[in-house]
């Protein structure tokens, strides 16, 4: 077996090869929230390009809650039609795609305003840059309630829409991980305190979307193996997280690290167990894997095919690759022809490492909207200009949602 050999998930469903191009934001949206031409121009250079399933970047179960301006919202009423365009161009080229749903939680700009909701009224400690959050509000059992029933009517309206499938984000800091991390989760109800109770939010979610959808629909879901944070949700978590996750029906599991306030998923928590420059999360997904009998994947650094080889023979069942598929759409059809073809991915390494982290996605976001404009990326763009274009297409982008939202 190795990564250009077909999988097939319990579902049903079966991918040409294991190569998944993992979620990434890409804050194009049309100004309704909705996907139009920027992002069906890289969704089909994606398809083209060879992977077997695309992960979409994370889709807003709230608009009201959004992780960043020019976002994607489905929600209950949003009418499909720009959605099924959308999975229609994804799916050409015997490829499948995924909507990754998410609610943000308390990591919702400032200046984006609206709901900042989170287990408990703890606000996000970013040094210097704190100031750029609101701190949240601890939610009520009506707002439980409330995401519950919005993660299955996205899920839903996904499927309406012709994806082949939903990835619930657990991950990074989101509101599922800040529900499963007692640094954040401080309640003494059921959705808090022992660790059986801050994953009850998950698994209900899982099982919701599970029951709404049906038994011929990927559901899976990205969570960390660790937040890397001292006290916080650890790999002995995720491990016991995924013994109950076995028993939910999922069809995989991709795992990734790290939240805004310890950001391991750029490669860049400070902790020596994600200092491999490549494949950031193999050593903790390895362990994890041992006790999960739901297919795994695990993405983060993955820019040349012997290493995407090696997290497939160290016992992962699919490879996400991110970064290196904005700079290279077309980077597995190269390894077809060349399999020592070298991707990319940026490395800011300025002494702020916030900063540097925001300059390495508004890199790789600044490829995303070359390839939604038909144009090549880049490997030579400036971290400092990308970030300063970042900056104000995101000013323009926030004004633009609050006065159609918010005010
Ligand atoms: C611009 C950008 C946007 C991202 N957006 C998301 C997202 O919406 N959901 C998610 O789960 N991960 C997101 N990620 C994280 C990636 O899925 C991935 O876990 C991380 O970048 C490490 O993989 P890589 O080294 O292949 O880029 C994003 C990463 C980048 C660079």
């Not at 399999?339 to 300025?350: C, M, R, S, V």
Request: proline share 4%; net charge positive.
């Amino acid at each position: 077996m190795n990564a250009f050999t077909p999988f097939q998930f319990n579902c049903g469903i079966e991918v040409k090869n294991r190569f998944v191009k993992a979620a990434m934001e890409e804050n194009m949206s049309e100004p309704n929230q909705l996907p139009g031409t920027a992002l069906k121009n890289l969704y089909a250079s994606w398809a083209k390009g060879g992977v077997g399933l695309i992960i979409t970047g994370n889709v807003m179960v709230d608009k009201l809650a959004m992780t960043g301006p020019g976002g994607v919202v489905l929600e209950k009423d949003t009418p499909v039609k720009a959605f099924r365009e959308w999975s229609e161009i994804a799916k050409q080229n015997d490829t499948k795609v995924i909507m990754q749903i998410n609610h943000p939680g308390r990591q919702v700009f400032k200046k984006m305003g609206g709901k900042v909701l989170s287990p408990s009224d703890v606000a996000l400690d970013m040094g210097k840059h704190s100031g750029l959050f609101t701190a949240p509000k601890a939610m009520t059992e009506e707002e439980i309630q409330d995401v519950i029933q919005r993660f299955e009517n996205t899920a839903l309206r996904a499927r309406d829409a012709g994806f082949d499938g939903v990835q619930v984000h657990s991950a990074h800091g989101y509101l599922l991980s800040q529900f499963l991390s007692p640094l954040t989760n401080k309640r003494n109800d059921e959705w808090g305190g022992e660790l059986a109770n801050r994953a009850r939010l998950l698994l209900e979610v899982i099982q919701r979307v599970r029951i709404a959808c049906g038994t011929d629909f990927i559901v899976s879901v990205k969570l960390n193996s660790a937040d890397f944070q001292r006290g916080g949700f650890d790999v002995e978590d995720a491990i016991q997280v995924v013994k109950w996750l076995n028993d939910s029906s999922l069809d995989f599991i991709e795992l990734s690290g790290g939240s805004y306030e310890a950001p391991a998923m750029q490669g860049k928590s400070g902790d020596e167990r994600t200092l491999a420059r490549e494949a950031y999360f193999l050593t903790f997904a390895k362990r994890i894997a041992e006790h999960s009998n739901i297919p795994v994947m695990t993405t983060g650094g993955v820019k040349r095919l012997p290493v995407a080889n090696e997290v497939l023979s160290s016992g992962m069942d699919l490879v996400g690759i991110a970064s290196a598929l904005a700079y290279d759409p077309a980077l597995v059809n190269k390894w077809t022809v060349n399999a020592d073809f070298e991707g990319f991915i940026p490395n800011t390494g300025w002494k702020d490492k916030t900063l540097s982290g925001l300059a390495n996605m508004a890199l790789v976001k600044r490829q995303l909207r070359n390839l939604g404009k038909g144009k090549r990326p880049s490997r030579s763009s400036s971290p400092l200009i990308s970030l300063i274009i970042d900056q104000i297409r995101a000013a323009k982008l926030t004004k633009r949602y609050r006065k159609q939202f918010i005010d």
